[in-house]
């Protein structure tokens, strides 16, 4: 970890097509570089193995970056429809995303929320509308 690099607890919900939410509260790291924030943390899926996923924010772009066992690039643009990549262990799908509400709220003290929601395409074929929201606060717990 870097010295800017702040520990902070994080809770992602995500949300498909107006179904229950699906909750993870995971440990990770935030951090600014140049004009973005970037927010780090990994993920262990029983089935495929470890999953380091990084959120970049800009002021006119967001990204989502996995890598591990899935390796997917989501990037959002505000009501522009962008090429993305999903690999798993049986093949590459091509993506498309198209965001329809970009949000990030800096709370100050190295907390905040980002929430996306998106139409998602894979193989040209809708997969639904996502709703994304990553809240995150500093992680005080070896305090």
Do not use: C, W
Request: glycine share 6%.
């Amino acid at each position: 970890m870097t010295k800017n690099e702040i520990p902070v607890q994080v809770s992602v919900k995500t949300t498909i097509n107006g179904a229950d939410p699906m909750e993870l509260i995971v440990f990770g790291r935030y951090y600014q570089k140049e004009k973005a924030v970037y927010l780090q943390y990994e993920e262990v899926l029983e089935e495929v193995g470890t999953v380091r996923t990084t959120v970049k924010v800009s002021k006119e772009d967001m990204l989502i970056l996995r890598t591990g066992a899935i390796k997917m690039r989501l990037p959002f643009r505000l009501q522009e429809t962008l090429k993305g990549s999903y690999e798993l262990p049986l093949g590459a799908f091509e993506t498309t995303t198209t965001a329809r509400k970009m949000d990030y709220t800096d709370h100050g003290n190295n907390s905040g929320r980002i929430e996306i929601v998106y139409d998602f395409e894979m193989q040209g074929s809708p997969a639904g509308t996502f709703h994304l929201e990553i809240l995150f606060h500093p992680d005080h717990s070896d305090e």
